[in-house]
């Protein structure tokens, strides 16, 4: 089992948010269609699944809380750490910490976990992901390569973890590097449609425009109504000078997604591209 736990409940919801990150990650004067989307709100994912760091009731009860109470959640580890609560007590005050709006402060303290665990392998990589993924949020996509770079040393085939990193690194404006690891990330799993969009936008950062045309197009054969799929083939559409298609797919964006991440930035560039050339 590879990139499991907090990590595969939490992608279907960072995602989308990842998703914007890159989409926007060469954003410059001249690429009027990538505006900057408004600030989002994090919401925890389910809590992990095994492989976890602990078994027993006290890291059974600090996970259910998460969700609801993420407060109390963060008090009832605190207090269990003080009375020897371990790395149970570690993890579940980290993930507390990121529920909360402390994702800098979440991000150090899973990295030591991740570090010192005397988990096994699955395990570790589980949390130098999250660590990843908590840095990411925090805006820190150089200190989230390398705890996913970490993760990837525990786990070296996870197409997930592969995925993850391409981000960052597509985040930091390496996108030969990000491209790499989306095609190894598609060599294990060749459907993955994150990593078929992620691939068009990378490709299309390095102007390979027809070839991220390509690649978005087999990201919507394996999942047509994808948001994120939509609005990068909108984007490539709008450099090939298709304006008509490029806005019958944001505006397919806004019908299936409404209130997402996707959603705004397909609304911006709608209205950009309304303003005509001369308001660009």
Sequence with gaps: MGYVGWVKSARPLLFAVLAAVFLLAAGGAGWWFLAQPAEEAIELPLPPEPPRLADGAEYERCL?????????????????????????ARHCSALAQLTVGEPDRAAEQLERLAIGSRAGPAARAAVFAQAGQAWMIAGDPSRAFAATTMALTLSPNDADLLTD???????????????????????????????????????????????GLASVARALAVSPDNPEALLERGILRQLRNDSVGARADWQRVLELAPDSPAADLAQQNLALSEAGPTRR
């Design 64 to 88: 259910s809380m998460l969700r609801d109470d993420p407060e109390g959640a963060l008090s009832f580890a605190e207090a269990w750490d003080a009375t020897g609560g371990g790395e149970g």
């Design 165 to 211: 990193r391409s981000v960052s690194l597509g985040t930091m404006r390496r996108y030969g590097e990000a491209l790499a690891d989306l095609d190894r990330a598609l060599a294990l799993d060749a459907d993955r449609t994150e990593a078929l969009v992620f691939r068009a936008a990378a490709l299309r950062n390095l102007d390979r425009v027809d070839d």
